[in-house]
């Protein structure tokens, strides 16, 4: 069974740094672009940040600067090294991939992990 697991969130102060990891497991043929993406509550899911199999990159607006994902092909893993968190950064973050999978290949979703920014 094809699987993405989060881990990484918590409680953090403003100004803080946290570290998401995220591990694609099973029976995968291959690995596309992987990210991460966050819904923060009474909103929509959006986009944190993206990455291809050859490493080219893409960041919300909100995020460039302060987040920098990165991955493992080896590993099948994708990290989000998160800095700076503003309090507007809280959110459930959720992993996402494009796995190839038997023939086919599709999106994959995690089932995220709270990352939530207070003093």
């Known amino acids: 069974q094809v699987q993405l697991v989060e881990s990484g969130g918590g409680l953090v102060q403003p100004g803080g740094s946290l570290r998401l990891s995220c591990v694609a497991s099973?029976?995968?043929?291959?690995?596309?672009?992987m990210g991460w993406y966050r819904q923060a509550p009474g909103k929509q899911r959006e986009m944190v940040a993206t990455i291809t199999s050859g490493g080219s990159t893409t960041y919300a607006d909100s995020v460039k600067g302060r987040f920098t994902i990165s991955r493992d092909n080896a590993k099948n893993t994708v990290d989000l090294q998160m800095n700076n968190l503003k309090s507007e950064d809280t959110a459930v973050y959720y992993c996402?991939?494009?796995?190839?999978?038997?023939?086919?290949?599709?999106?994959?979703w995690g089932k995220g992990t709270l990352v939530t920014v207070s003093s």
């Open positions: 996402n991939a494009d796995l190839g999978v038997l023939a086919t290949t599709r999106g994959y």
């Open positions: 099973g029976s995968i043929f291959s690995i596309y672009t």
